[in-house]
Nanobody
Framework: QVQLVESGGGLVQAGDSLRVSCAVS????????MGWFRQAPGKEREFVAA????????DYADSLKGRFTISRDNAKNTVYLQMNSVKPEDTAAYYC????????????????????WGQGTQVTVSS
């Protein structure tokens, strides 16, 4: 059984940086394409960033390009989301997701593309 466990969320001030992590167990991590999504109160869950299993390609929501960076460490079975210059509107529960991928360069932006989900970590940005 694949397990995804997020960590690193918390309360930060606007303009700060924060890195959230997602540790994966139960399956060969290097075969999994990974993604980050977020859900703010009263809103639908939205795509944040995605990375191919090889790490050769990453994609971002247009509104977050330049501030957020997704990365992975296949030796540690962990994917990261680095958030810089955070804003109050970044307040949300952040979820990581994974799916098996046979293509080294594929990324996935749709929720329905993912098979495995974490429980989420809360990020709150104060103004």
């Amino acid at each position: 059984q694949v397990q995804l466990v997020e960590s690193g969320g918390g309360l930060v001030q606007a303009g700060d940086s924060l890195r959230v992590s997602c540790a994966v167990s139960g399956r060969t991590f290097s075969n999994l394409a990974m993604g980050w999504f977020r859900q703010a109160p009263g809103k639908e869950r939205e795509f944040v960033a995605a990375i191919s299993w090889s790490g050769s390609r990453s994609d971002y929501a247009d509104s977050l390009k330049g501030r957020f960076t997704i990365s992975r460490d296949n030796a540690k079975n962990t994917v990261y989301l680095q958030m810089n210059s955070v804003k109050p509107e970044d307040t949300a529960a952040y979820y990581c997701a994974g799916r098996r991928s046979t293509s080294a360069g594929n990324t996935y932006q749709r929720e329905a593309s993912y098979d495995y989900w974490g429980q989420g970590t809360q990020v709150t940005v104060s103004s």
